[in-house]
């Protein structure tokens, strides 16, 4: 694919900016921002048939000016020009002084930082520039081929391949330039007969074109096979009744716990109110869970949800939220630490140029101290080799929970959502495994809810290895950004009555 | 407002006006229009091609939890160029394509790259040859003239709203206010092209996260909107208690409109896309709309209008250059059409229509108004927000919810907020005929009673 001009080096923008900075600077202005370049491509396959190939580019630039009294106005546009931006930033400065007197709450945190310079610029194994549609289009199609495909199931298979750069600049001089880029491969099986129901999975790599990657390939086989059969189990199982259960969770729902159930309430920009606030401020030292419980926060080297960087312009720190059981630590900006009364750990993150920063997650992992995890020989193995009956066996036969409750497992994430001023969660799963006499039972899935902090309480035990590469999207706000994380293989949630399975469906007739 | 028409902008003194003001850039919009459209046009490869430009400018101001103006929601203002371009070449491949500012600014330099980036679609869409656009009214003057002089009302009169319900004992105000002015050009191969303006006013008011409530139009809002805001919170949010937590006995729910719509477009949209019908991913099949099954036994019909003056969800010309008109998609209960767009029209062979969500949602008719059945039910649990719908698998029509804002009613008296989960299955509701379709008493859209399992 020639002739793309996809321009993916922002430090051209280099004398721009400092014109810019000069210009605002003149005006008695700040200026903190960022130009973001966004490329993709992405294609998609049902049950034999090339869907579409698309291909998407987003270039811009978003910025903050500040006045000297702390008040700001936040100016976007995809036309990175020298002279309209100085049109804009007139115009801004200008709407500015006519609505500062609205405005409550002047913030001047931005005027303490030191200015940084760092460019972090990876060479990514894909080209976007040069790569071949036709020849990657019949790659997927033959992959396609090479999937265990049943003729009773439909197949969706979507792939993507995706480049960011982005280019941080302040007032102060700060220059900040790094790029990230990963490619992922889905599968969306559905079963539509008498029975009906449906598996959503996926396959990512940093920095690699997957479908260049047998390896990845070949684990994506694996799990079709593997979902194949599990789909046609799910369409034909009951619900589960509804109610309070011992429940185990796998890795990825435990990333969901993670993210959903407490990760967003220690974000600082809303912390006044959290659940995790206590008169309007970060709650450190509150107890959350038992001793052996940790939380934390991390943004890894080439990996799905890095970002070395925060949107401001600062280094991004390894937060270990909750430290032994107690809150420690909340995920914040330059804007909210001070009144969040917490640690500056650089956590903001946005979407697009257009989207304003705000505190978020990276990779976040449950993990307990190692007396409380159960690491057994049948457990030393690839995550995917074992089966969920054999955990529950396992749990069942060294009573783990240590009471005469009900067990459920449940396993596969697909996605949740928080209320963090209630402290409510819900999260769903692929599949719920229970015994019922000497059988283990295969249920439909079920939302999981509960209160952020009972569950977290309750968290009892875990079983093998730690596993932080489940991934997915976080929509906070409306940006969707990379989220990822995981715990031990599996982990143990004690009986709570504030932890509910949603259930069977009730249908009764109108009197 | 219509201003750009076969190839030639309208002549008039207002649009003249228009131009000069140069909020957006209009005369370049129009070079660019003209550009692309000379480029296609004369490309020989290119059998058909659709494609149109927006030019915007967008205000915003917001309260981010009682902060007025904060880092998180400041005076903002953004600029954008964008667009979507579809070719079908002569060797029968298509094109998708994003255009964004580059690509619209300099076209020429990117024509191989669409070739380059075409593939071969099985089920090749056919542009409609015979649409035309409609002008519904989407430009108010007032509202225009209140963005030139950035001399934004709504911002005011939401730091007021601000005032007022802080007086009302709301403890945290989440607001957003927008304003936008776009410019919209669309043109095909079979000569149809248009250019429309639109300006646009919106208020989103949250109150304590747990009421929320919103209002958009492409005309100025007035005070009759604003006070919608303080009708709707009078109802509610002073029987919001905060009560002890009691189990939830009633299995009397009503759903109201922001649940009942997110439920039908997820349950709905998905289910009736031609789509996943061909390729056996839906809940229905194809001879269940050629045959008009029963979808519930209660006879009710369910529509979009996308041609009502002022509304957000109308459109001049659908995105896949069909005219827009009334889509209904199940009449007296029956399955009458599921949503085709151009390439469902090729697998199924059916004509294309408007789809599913194209428009205003009507529900006909309504049995009750809102109020009236709070009021006649003893006991009930008023859903206003819920968690989870994304998690859910549509095919089944199977949900298991968590409701995050609920409201309890028992003998005669509101109780308060209570947690709760609604678990049931979306078409055994509206097979079973267990509903009544309500209409809201403080706006235009509808909410439903049915009875549903809750747990809590």
Known sequence: MNNLN????????????????????????????????????????????????????????????FN?????????????????????????????????????????????????????????????????????????LNFYKELPIENSLSYNIGISLKYNETFIFRSDGTNILYNDFYSVITGDISKSDNSKGSLYYKVHKFGVNVID???????????????????????????????????????????????????????????????????????????????????????????????????YGGIRQRVHIVKEGILNCGLSDIFSYKKANTLLTNAERSESYSDIPIPRMSNIRIELDENSVYKDKIFDKDFDDIEPENVLEYTYNNNLFNNDKEIVLLSG?????????????????????????????????????????????????????????????????????????????????????QIIIGGKKYIDTLI | ????????????????????????????????????????IKEKEIKEFMFSINNSVNFYFGVNNNNIGSVYSPLSFSEEFSGVLTIIWNNNKLSLVDLDNDKILNFEKYINFFKEISY???????????????????????????????????????????????????????????????????????????????????????????????????????????DEFKTYFKIFFDK????????????????????????????????????????????????????????????????????????????????????????????????????????????LNKPANNGFGGGKLILSPYDKTLLSKIEELEDCYIVFDILGLHTQDPISGNFSLSVSTGLLKEKGKFVGLMKGNIASNIFEIFKSGNFEILKNDYNEKFSLFTKINVVN
Not at chain 2, 154 to 166: A, G, N, R, T, V
């Open chain 2, 120 to 226: 071969e679609e099985k089920f090749l869409p056919e542009l409609s040859k015979d649409a035309k656009h409609i002008d519904f009214k989407s430009f108010d003057i007032d509202l225009y003239e209140e963005i030139k002089n950035n001399n934004f009302e709504l911002f005011i009169k939401s730091y007021d709203l601000f005032k007022y319900f802080k007086d009302q004992n709301v403890k945290f105000s989440n607001i957003d206010v927008n304003y936008s002015f776009n410019y919209e050009i669309f043109a095909n191969s079979n000569g149809l092209n248009f250019g429309k303006i639109y300006t646009e006013n919106s208020i989103f008011y949250d109150f304590d996260s747990i009421l929320g409530y919103s209002k958009g139009k492409y005309k100025k809002l007035e005070e009759n909107d604003i």
């Open chain 1, 213 to 311: 990657d047998n390896e990845k390939l070949n684990k994506f086989i694996k799990l079709t096979n593997k979902n194949n059969s599990l789909v046609k189990k799910i369409a034909e199982a009951d619900m589960i009744d509804a109610g309070n259960y011992n429940i185990i969770i796998d890795y990825a729902l435990a990333k969901g716990l993670a993210h959903e159930a407490f990760g967003h309430a220690a974000e600082t920009d809303s912390i006044e109110n959290s659940i995790l606030a206590k008169d309007k401020k970060f709650n450190k030292g509150l107890v959350v869970g038992k001793p052996y419980l940790n939380i934390i926060d991390e943004s890894f080297d080439n990996e799905w949800a890095y970002s070395p960087f925060s949107d």
């Open chain 1, 413 to 497: 994430y697909k996605g949740g959502q928080v209320d963090t001023v209630k402290g409510n969660f819900v999260f769903n799963c692929q599949a719920i495994y229970k015994k019922e006499g000497n059988k283990i039972k295969i249920f439909k899935p079920s939302i999981f809810s509960g209160s952020t902090l009972k569950t977290l309480n309750s968290i009892s035990f875990g079983i093998g290895d730690l596993k932080l590469d489940a991934i997915g999207r976080c929509g906070k706000s409306g940006q969707s950004v990379n989220s990822s994380g995981g715990s031990h293989y599996y982990i143990g949630i004690n009986y709570n009555d």
């Open chain 1, 6 to 65: 996809f321009d993916n080096n922002l430090s051209k923008y280099d004398d721009l900016i400092c014109q810019i900075t000069k210009f605002t600077n003149s005006l008695g202005l700040y200026i903190v921002g960022k130009i973001k370049l966004s490329l993709s491509i992405s294609s998609s396959i049902t049950n034999g048939i090339l869907n579409n190939f698309l291909n998407f580019k987003e270039l811009g630039i978003g910025f903050h000016l």
């Open chain 1, 68 to 140: 000297s009294e702390g008040y700001s106005t936040f100016l976007s546009t995809s036309n990175i020009d020298l002279n309209n931006l100085k049109k804009m930033i007139l115009s801004g400065a200008n709407l500015l002084k006519n609505f500062q007197k609205y405005y409550n709450e002047p913030n001047k945190n931005i005027f303490e930082l030191n200015p940084i310079k760092a460019k972090l610029l990876k060479n990514p194994e894909f080209d976007l520039n040069n790569l071949n549609s036709s020849e990657f289009q019949n790659k997927f």
């Open chain 2, 240 to 347: 919001f208690n905060d009560v002890e937590y009691k189990k939830i006995e009633t299995k009397n729910v009503i759903l109201l409109s922001p649940v009942l719509y997110s439920l039908l477009n997820f349950y709905l949209g998905y289910n009736f896309d031609g789509k996943n019908l061909y390729y056996k991913k839906s809940f229905f099949s194809i001879d269940d709309f050629e045959n008009n099954r029963i979808f519930s036994s209660k006879p009710f019909t369910l529509y979009f209008d996308p041609t009502i003056d002022f509304e957000f969800s109308s459109y001049p010309i659908s995105v896949e250059g069909l005219t827009p008109e009334k889509t209904i998609f199940i009449e007296d209960g029956k399955l009458i059409q599921p949503s085709i767009s151009l390439k469902s029209s090729k697998m």
């Open chain 2, 1 to 40: 407002m219509i201003i750009f028409e076969n190839n030639k902008l309208i002549n008039d003194n207002f649009i003249n006006r228009l131009i000069d003001d140069n909020i957006i850039n209009i005369n370049l919009t129009n070079k660019k229009f003209e550009e692309i459209y000379n480029i296609l």
